[in-house]
């Protein structure tokens, strides 16, 4: 079995495991890593969203061989230690979560989202595809508006 080196929430790791297997399993099998959620294994909810160099992707349809050597931020890595990202401390104070699934996915978007645009419209918010099946999207709207306030 081939051996992966990459570096997961800024701490290099190496995993043991075949071409094919999906990072998402990597990440939470492996690594212990349960912020990113499974959801459909397709990349449609988006509850797996993390970073990969940077930019929102959905570990679920990326293979562990295509992360050799790159850079992958969960929902574990966000926050700068004990001090949150903007989008996680907006999610607290717009009170956003109900069931709590699709959050680690919805604030990896909306923080991947704010790194592009400071100062997102409605549009840029509604372009964000992640599922929230308790449908808390004006909260999170709110919340997303006040994190690009606070960066």
Same mark, same amino acid.
């Given at each position: 079995?081939?051996?992966?080196?990459? #570096?997961? #929430?800024?701490?290099?790791?190496?995993?043991?495991? +075949?071409?094919?297997?999906?990072?998402?399993?990597?990440?939470?099998?492996?690594?212990?890593?349960?912020?990113? $959620?499974?959801?459909?294994?397709?990349?449609?909810? @988006?509850?797996?969203?993390?970073? *990969?160099?940077? $930019?929102?992707?959905?570990?679920?349809?990326? %293979?562990?061989? &295509?992360? #050799?050597? @790159?850079?992958?931020?969960? /929902?574990?890595?966000?926050?700068?230690?004990?001090? *949150?990202?903007?989008?996680?401390?907006?999610? *607290? &104070? &717009?009170?956003?979560?109900?069931?709590?699934?699709?959050? +680690?996915?919805?604030?990896?978007?909306?923080? %991947?989202? *704010? $790194?592009?645009?400071?100062? +997102?419209?409605?549009? !840029? /918010? !509604?372009?964000?595809? #992640?599922?929230?099946?308790?449908?808390?999207?004006?909260?999170?709207?709110?919340?997303?508006? @006040?994190?690009?306030?606070?960066?």
């Amino acid at each position: 079995m081939p051996t992966y080196r990459f #570096n997961v #929430n800024g701490k290099p790791v190496a995993v043991d495991a +075949p071409a094919d297997t999906p990072l998402l399993w990597v990440l939470r099998e492996r690594l212990g890593l349960t912020g990113p $959620k499974y959801g459909c294994g397709v990349g449609a909810c @988006r509850a797996c969203t993390s970073h *990969l160099d940077g $930019k929102e992707f959905q570990p679920c349809t990326v %293979a562990v061989s &295509e992360c #050799n050597g @790159r850079k992958i931020t969960t /929902i574990e890595g966000l926050a700068d230690g004990d001090t *949150l990202h903007p989008v996680q401390q907006a999610w *607290l &104070e &717009e009170d956003v979560a109900q069931c709590g699934f699709c959050q +680690p996915g919805q604030i990896m978007a909306a923080a %991947a989202l *704010l $790194k592009t645009t400071k100062t +997102p419209t409605d549009a !840029d /918010i !509604d372009a964000i595809e #992640n599922v929230c099946r308790c449908g808390t999207y004006c909260r999170i709207r709110d919340a997303i508006k @006040r994190a690009s306030a606070a960066m």
